[in-house]
């Protein structure tokens, strides 16, 4: 899920080769079907779904259909997701709400509906895409934080036992990826080109890393945060806070 633009779009593009099956879903069924078009050019067969994660059963029907299609399901990645910010004093929580909705509950009901196949098959790997942002707290950002730390920890507490069904976990945490979600952050320390990334986080799968925070520099940057005591990170949060976005802070 989430394979229109950004991340999803370039993992589907690489994974895309003869005898391949690619099931691809998005709310934006436009770009689905500009991708579907492109992944069938690299001879690979190619379903997609016009999905909204935050509707359970749209991703289960999705499910059912690609796993009777395919005859089956290898991988699946959830990779929709949305970043705004928490519009604190905006006297209204739809917007931070949206991003807890959409990022957590966008997760499980991805992924979900594919576990009992895995299971059958005895097989397979389940790969959420979460983000450094679940080590660093993002000023103005505190919704999106919390939700890839969410996914993280599920991840983490699935992991021993879908690891009794064959069935690998992974998390990929990236940092800053030049994709549309990107486009309004202001600092963007180590920022990556997302086919590089694609590429990186497909060899990550194959090795099935449980957890794989890119680039090397962030998982650097990741590890001194958590050395670092609470009042030193609250200040380089503050001291960050006017500098990370664009977003209306209201």
């Not at 992944?39 to 499910?63: G, H, M």
């Not at 950002?141 to 730390?149: H, M, N, Q, R, T």
């Not at 064959?166 to 963007?188: A, E, Q, R, V």
């Not at 590890?223 to 609470?230: A, M, T």
Request: charged letters at 20%; hydrophobic letters at 40%; a positive charge.
């Amino acid at each position: 899920m989430g394979a229109s633009t950004g991340i999803g779009r370039a993992l589907a593009i690489n994974y895309a080769s003869d005898n391949t099956i690619l099931g691809l879903g998005a709310r934006r069924v436009e770009l689905l079907e500009e991708l579907k078009e492109e992944c069938e050019l690299r001879n690979c067969e190619t379903f997609i779904y016009e999905n909204d994660v935050n509707i359970p059963l749209n991703c289960e029907k999705s499910a059912q259909d690609f796993i009777k299609k395919a005859k089956g399901i290898d991988i699946i990645i959830a990779n929709s997701g949305v970043g705004s910010s928490d519009h604190l004093f905006s006297g209204s929580s739809e917007k931070i709400n949206n991003v807890l909705h959409t990022n957590i509950l966008g997760v499980t009901n991805t992924i979900v509906p594919f576990l009992i196949q895995m299971q059958k098959q005895k097989r397979g790997k389940v790969v959420v895409v979460s983000s450094v942002a679940s080590f660093i707290p993002i000023p103005h950002k505190g919704g999106y934080s919390a939700s890839k730390v969410a996914v993280r920890r599920l991840f983490d507490s699935w992991r021993p036992i879908l690891s009794d069904y064959g069935i690998n976990t992974i998390s990929i945490c990236p940092g800053f990826i030049d994709t549309p979600m990107t486009k309004k952050i202001l600092f963007k320390p180590f920022l990556k080109d997302v086919n590089t990334a694609a590429l990186a986080f497909i060899k990550v799968i194959e090795k099935n890393k449980k957890t794989y925070v890119y680039p090397w520099q962030m998982n650097v940057l990741t590890k001194l945060i958590n050395l670092l005591p609470q009042f030193i990170i609250d200040s380089l949060v503050y001291r960050s806070k006017n500098r990370i976005t664009k977003y209306d802070k209201n």
